[in-house]
C-alpha cells in the first residue's frame, strides 16, 4: 500500500510557475515510479511526467517538455513537478501516482502500472 498527498497547488497567471509536491508513505517497491497526471474539466485524464525512483529517469508528455521538471527529494519520501510558463488551457486537476514501472510510448506518458493516487489537487491558470 502506498499513500500519496499532493500540496502546492493554487491560482496563477498565465507564463507563471507553481511548484507541486507529493508525500507518499509505503513499500518501495510499490513507488519505483512516480508520476504527475491531470485531468481538465471535461477531458480525459493524461500523463504530465513520470520518473523512476530508482535510475532517476525521468518522462515527460510532449507538451510539457521544456517546460515542466519532475524531481525527487528521496530523504522527504517527495517528489516535485516544477511548473513553468502556464498556459490557461493547462488548468486541471493535477494527480501523483505511484507504482511498479515507468511506462512511456515516445510521447506521453502512460499510467500502466501505477496502482496507487493521490487524491489530486488544483491548478487554475487565468489568462
Known amino acids: 500500500q502506498v499513500h500519496l498527498m499532493e500540496s502546492g497547488g493554487g491560482s496563477v497567471q498565465a507564463g507563471g510557475s507553481l511548484r507541486l509536491s507529493c508525500t507518499y508513505l509505503?513499500?518501495?517497491?510499490?513507488?519505483?515510479?512516480m508520476g504527475w497526471f491531470r485531468q481538465a474539466p471535461v477531458k480525459e485524464r493524461e500523463g504530465v511526467a513520470s520518473?523512476?525512483?530508482?535510475?532517476?529517469?525521468?518522462y515527460y508528455t510532449d507538451s510539457v517538455k521544456g517546460r515542466f521538471t519532475i524531481s525527487q527529494d528521496s530523504a522527504k519520501n517527495t517528489v516535485y513537478l516544477q511548473l513553468n510558463s502556464l498556459k490557461p488551457e493547462e488548468t486541471a486537476m493535477y494527480y501523483c501516482?505511484?507504482?511498479?514501472?515507468?511506462?512511456?510510448?515516445?510521447?506521453?506518458?502512460?499510467?500502466?502500472?501505477?496502482?496507487?493516487w493521490g487524491k489530486g489537487i488544483l491548478v487554475t491558470i487565468s489568462s
Open positions: 520518473l523512476d525512483t530508482e535510475t532517476s529517469k525521468s
Open positions: 509505503g513499500a518501495t517497491y510499490n513507488s519505483k515510479c
Open positions: 501516482a505511484a507504482g511498479t514501472a515507468c511506462y512511456y510510448d515516445g510521447s506521453q506518458v502512460i499510467s500502466d502500472a501505477l496502482y496507487y
